[in-house]
Every structure is written in C-alpha cells, then in structure tokens.
C-alpha cells in the first residue's frame, strides 16, 4: 500500500473537534435533533454562509467538515459516501455541487474547509450567542476589516496632509488665545519692541 493509499484511510478534519456532541434540545427527541443538524448543513453547503446559535454552528460545523473530506477522500464512485452525502442534504442537486464545485475547490486546501466567527449579541433582548458559519472561498466579502492601510495611497496621502494642516491650524489658535507665555516667551521678561520708533508729535 503506497502513502497515497494510506492517507485515505481515516478522515483529516482540520478542525477540534468536541469528543461527546452538544446538548442541542429539541421536542422530537435525537431524531428532531438529527434533522436539525440537516438543515443547518444542507443551508451551508447552499448559501455557503448562514448565521445562527454559536452551539448549532458549532455542531453542524463538525458534520460539514466530516462530509466534504469524504467527499474529498472516495469522490462520487464511493456508494457509502454518496449515500452519506443524500442523507445529509436535504436538496439533492447540492450533491452535484458537493462533488463538482466544493471538492475541486477544497482538495488542494491546507487548512480547513469552514469558518466560524462569533456574531454580535442582540441588545437589548435575550442573551444567546450567535455566530457566522461560512465556507471558505465564498463569494461573499470578508467579514475580517482590511488591516493592510496603504499610506501611499492618493487619497490617503490627501487625508494626512489635511490632517497636519488642520493641527497647525487649531495649534495656532491656542497659542493666540494663550499669549506670550504659548511661543516661549518667559514670565516677567519684557516682550521685544518693535523696530519702528514712535513719530514725535
């Protein structure tokens, strides 16, 4: 059996993930829980971005993950992963997206194939944590702030320039309403007279 081989022998999930599942209630008992997670996943594989309960998220994160690496591992010839694949999505033309567009996508991946950010909480109201689960490669903008401020830019080089005209501005200002004592000028020491004798009346 070669390395390639053998690395498909057990899944390569990028992600931790928890050893006993969440305590996600639900009135129908682990089946009405179980078709929860389904939708969730289904919702993710579709929109490629859903926002929800931090715990559902994070449950239904774990499924995504384990059905794209199979995806990944087997391919579409693999009759145990396909039937995995319809039982998790609900709409059966994802299973063509799954395969034809999200493995491509995901195969050459280092890190894993979802993301989760926590969401801001509703205040007022009741306290929940929510979050945003994503797929990477999303069409969508980044939910992340650009941190990458380019100075050189021509609009920021305008701002800054206004910036310190701004200052010099205000900085004058203070130091007209301040008097002598805002240019240096020491307490009790006469203030230069001006070049300029005074006419004789």
């Not at 993930?17 to 997670?37: Q, T």
């Not at 995901?106 to 205040?123: D, G, H, L, N």
Request: net charge positive.
């Amino acid at each position: 059996m070669n390395q390639a081989e053998v690395t498909k022998l057990m899944s390569q999930l990028r992600i931790a993930i928890r050893p006993r599942h969440r305590n996600i209630k639900n009135i129908d008992g682990p089946e009405g829980r179980l078709d929860k997670m389904r939708k969730t996943v289904t919702a993710l594989v579709k929109h490629e971005r859903i926002e929800l309960n931090y715990q559902r998220a994070d449950e239904a994160r774990g499924y995504a993950e384990r059905l794209i690496s199979d995806a990944i591992r087997h391919g579409d010839c693999h009759k145990p992963t396909m039937e995995m694949a319809d039982y998790w999505l609900l709409e059966k033309q994802l299973v063509h997206k799954l395969f034809k567009v999200l493995v491509p996508r995901f195969e050459e991946y280092k890190v894993s194939a979802t993301r989760m950010y926590k969401a801001p909480k509703e205040y007022p109201g009741w306290y929940r944590k929510r979050a945003v689960l994503e797929l990477r490669g999303n069409p969508y903008p980044s939910l992340l702030p650009n941190q990458s401020n380019n100075r050189n830019l021509l609009h920021n080089v305008l701002m800054d320039e206004a910036k310190k005209d701004y200052r010099r501005e205000k900085y004058a200002e203070i130091a007209a309403q301040l008097g002598p004592e805002a240019v240096g000028v020491p307490v009790g020491e006469p203030v230069a007279a001006s070049s300029e004798q005074p006419k004789a009346a």
